[in-house]
Each structure stands twice: as C-alpha cells, then as structure tokens.
C-alpha cells in the first residue's frame, strides 16, 4: 500500500511539474469556426489525411530549458534526399494556440515538395517577448542541425506564420544575423536565417494608423506602450525592413488592421528590389486560413511563391 501511494505522489508530482505554466484554450479551429458558422454558412473544415509521399512525425523535443521542453511535428516529403523547408508558426494573440493547428496546412504543404515543421512556443501565459520568438529560432537551428534527417537543404528555409504568428514569422525573418534575437541559451553553431517570409494576416507594426492591437499584445510584451516603448518598436518587423530582408509573401483577408505596416514594408522591399506578393482574400475573415473555400487559396498563393523562391 505504502508503494502505491508513493507512486501515486511521484505521478502527481511529474504531472504538476509538466502543468507548471497556465494554457489559454480559448483559440481553437472548433471555437473559430462557432464564431463564423453563421456568417459564412458554406465554411467547413479541411480534413487531415496522409499521403504516401510524407513521413509525419509528431512532438520531437528541439529544445529544452531546465524542465520545461518544446517540441515540432515534422511532415517530410521523402520523394527526393533535400527539400526546402516551411517552419510554420500558430495564430492565437502570442496567447492561445497550438501547433497542431498547423498541421493540415502542414500536411498539404509538405505533399507538394516540401519539409514542413509546425512549432510549439512559449506563450504570453508561460513567458513574455522575446521568449516565443527565441523559441523560433531555436527551432530553425535545430532542423539545421538535423537537415539530413529531415531531408531539408540548409540554404532554403522559409518561415510561415499565421495571425499573431505572422507577425513572429515577419520579425523573425527581418532579424536575420542580428544576435539580440536569438536565444543566449543555445550553443547550436547553426544560424537562424531564413531565406524567405510568408506572413498570413500578422501585423507587420504595433503603433501604426492601421493598427489596433491592444490587451493581448501588451500582455506579450510585457507593458503598454508607454510603459515598454522599446519592446513595441523592437517586435515591430517594419522597424528592421531594409536591403537584407527576404522575399516575402503577404496573404491577407479584406480586414485592414490586421495587415497594418504592410504597405510601409511593401515600399521598402521595392525599393531595395527585393521580391514581394501581396493577395488580398475578399470577404474573407481573420482566419480564414483554417476552412474552405479560403484553405485552398492559401495553399495556392503559399506554394506558387515557395516553388518561385526555391525551384
């Protein structure tokens, strides 16, 4: 008995260790699709499916930092030894989501030549700016370090995000080379850099006209405005926009705010020659990316640009 209840404590133990940080669940594909069912009543969910062209590996650790582990879900086309890779990152307002939300985009993606990795990070609950986005670019160096086993080339890697995620993804490719961003912790010799960006509804500026982002960004970034004023203009991708940033693709719905910085980027980019695509969806919502009509579209738009970049 006296065993039994030791390794009842040991159990209730490991558990509270691996729960020791609070997770937002509000955001999900289900609650979305709640929220939009009755505007856009022809809307469904795309459905998962393997195809014998991927390998699907699910929750492989990339880093970790005294107990707590993250992790990737690896989807590889195994037709040929190298693919470029898509490191795909969640939506949520830095708060909720989770990485499987990718997946199906993942899957997709991956079917059409690929390497896809859908990437869990700290959230805003768990750790503030810049911990999430350390956590991107640990992952980036962490499939770098493993590019064989992954059939990636090295050289063709491009960093996909979606809402919230966008704006990770926009900031994490503007940052290419510059040591503020990645994550003193990792010791991996492998760079973060990506060679292209595709942002999918993420703002690309915190204080701009177009922008409204409140509460949930404050939280992230650990302040207001004028309480973090430093934080808000470094997390702002358009602040690092210069004749060093990646081609990049901007897939967006017919909501203004949430692209808000883009056009001030888009002048830059064209201004130093640097390849860029904008497609705006029309009558399409935030999130459009989780449902049909508009799931087909984005992987349209998203592997039309990947295959211009990198074949």
């Known amino acids: 008995m006296r065993k039994v209840v030791f390794l009842l404590l040991l159990f209730s133990c490991v558990v509270s260790a691996q729960q020791s940080y609070s997770v937002d ?16 009543p022809a809307i469904t969910i795309p459905v998962a499916s393997k195809n014998k062209n991927v390998d699907e590996i ?6 970790k930092e005294k107990e707590r582990t ?26 909720s989501g989770n990485k499987n939300q990718m997946n199906v985009l993942a899957q997709e993606i991956a079917s059409k030549g690929y390497s896809c990795f859908t990437i869990e990070y700290r959230l805003s609950l768990e750790a503030k700016y810049p911990d999430g986005v350390y956590d991107v670019k640990n992952a980036i160096k962490f499939i770098k370090d493993n590019a064989k ?6 050289d063709k890697i491009a960093v996909l995000g979606c809402s919230s995620g966008g704006q990770m993804a926009a900031l994490i490719g503007t940052t290419n080379e510059n040591p503020a961003f990645d994550d003193p912790l990792n010791k991996s010799k492998s760079s973060s850099k990506v060679n292209a960006i595709i942002n999918i509804d993420g703002v690309l500026a915190f204080r701009h006209p177009e922008s409204s982002e409140g509460e949930m960004a404050s939280f992230w970034l650990g302040g207001s405005y004028e309480e973090k004023t430093e934080n808000w203009k ?27 910085g883009r056009d001030d980027m888009i002048a830059i980019l064209n201004q130093n020659k640097i390849y860029n695509e ?5 009558n399409s919502p935030h999130s459009f990316w989780f449902f049909q009509p508009w799931f087909d579209e984005t992987i349209q738009y998203t592997t039309q640009f990947l295959d211009r970049i990198f074949k």
């Open 234 to 260: 470094q997390a702002s991708a358009l602040n690092h926009t210069d004749k060093n940033t990646p081609p990049i693709l901007f897939i967006n719905s017919s909501i203004p705010r949430f692209h808000a």
């Open 149 to 154: 086993k992954f059939k990636v080339d090295p």
């Open 278 to 282: 904008v497609h705006t969806i029309e």
């Open 70 to 95: 993250v992790h990737i879900d690896a989807f590889i086309n195994k037709t040929k030894k190298q693919n470029p890779a898509v490191v795909m990152i969640h939506g949520g307002g830095w708060r």
């Open 25 to 40: 669940t509000s955001y999900t594909v289900k609650s979305t699709y709640n929220k939009l069912i009755k505007k856009y």
């Open 58 to 63: 699910y929750d492989i650790v990339y880093f």
